[in-house]
């Protein structure tokens, strides 16, 4: 549980160092276990265009293929770190999110104002997210990501219980939400791994089943994570698919024009 009246706000400057030591900290596991990683979304926006964060960017994103990912569960439990807490679904009984891990930092929170005696780490996080393979076909891709999406925004909905009710919108939403509460999140991570079931898998193709993108965005030729290439980040080099710029461009279109967002101030609550 976050007592938010012990931590103090942090600086985007802060956020970012955090952050940056997180990733390094990734990055040296995966190094050491032969683990393929990759930057994702934001954080493969920032090391292609800014050679490191975006200005107003407070969180980073990384991709693993879905052995890796399973791989890298257990090689950080090998080589960890007390300042980090490795969150899935199983190390953390109260974590709602199947479709994802996050790196937690000990000792801060990105949510202490939101949550109130939240049953699971609040931490300011690095997310790494699996990418899987295709279901045969794009029809049956998208069905399955469309579904998955709804499935992501259930889960979020049943975790809610514990947010705060600060206005009526929020006690509306409580109201007309209660009957998915009636399955647990266990059960609903059950539906989950029930869609996720795929017995003859695509490999020319892979996704992000928490990807909240359109299909047409999130679901890529595996042709594009073929091979890796280290490019600069702050003061690391991090892994970057080589075919980045088809990655990016199919995800936000013109990705070198920077979009708004400059004065965004980071949720991030450290121990004072």
């Known amino acids: 549980m976050t007592d938010i009246n012990s931590m103090r706000h942090a600086s985007m400057e802060e956020a970012h160092t955090m952050l940056l030591e997180a990733m390094k900290y990734i990055d040296d596991i995966c190094t050491k276990e032969n683990i393929i990683y ?8 920032g090391a292609v265009r800014e050679h ?30 007390p300042k980090y807490f490795l969150q899935t679904t199983d190390s953390d009984k109260g974590f709602f999110l199947p479709f994802l891990m996050r790196l937690c930092i000990n000792d801060t929170s990105c949510w202490a104002s ?10 300011f996080h690095v997310d790494i997210f699996p990418l899987d393979y ?45 009957p998915l509460k009636i399955l647990s999140l266990r059960q609903w991570f059950s539906i ?12 020319s193709v892979l996704f992000n089943t928490g990807g909240s993108y359109s ?14 290439i280290e490019l600069p980040f702050e003061d690391m080099m991090i892994k970057c698919p080589v075919k980045y710029d088809e990655i990016l461009t199919q995800l936000y279109g013109d990705y070198m024009t920077p979009r708004g967002q400059e004065n965004a101030n980071p949720n991030i609550w450290v121990k004072a």
């Open 38 to 45: 990759y930057a994702a979304y934001g954080t493969l926006l």
């Open 52 to 81: 490191g964060f975006i200005q107003w960017d407070y969180d980073a994103d990384l991709w693993m293929k879905r052995e890796d990912y399973k791989r890298f569960i257990e090689a950080e439990k090998k080589y960890h770190n």
């Open 114 to 123: 939101r949550y109130k005696n939240a049953p699971f780490h609040t931490g």
């Open 134 to 178: 295709g279901f045969g076909s794009f029809r049956e891709d998208s069905r399955k990501l469309w579904a998955l999406q709804k499935l992501h925004t259930i889960c979020y909905l049943v975790k809610d219980k514990f947010m705060y009710v600060r206005s009526l919108r929020n006690l509306i939403i409580t109201l007309m939400t209660s």
């Open 192 to 203: 989950y791994n029930k869609i996720m079931r795929n017995d003859s898998p695509d490999k």
């Open 215 to 228: 299909p047409e965005r999130e679901i890529f030729s595996a042709k594009l994570f073929a091979n890796t």
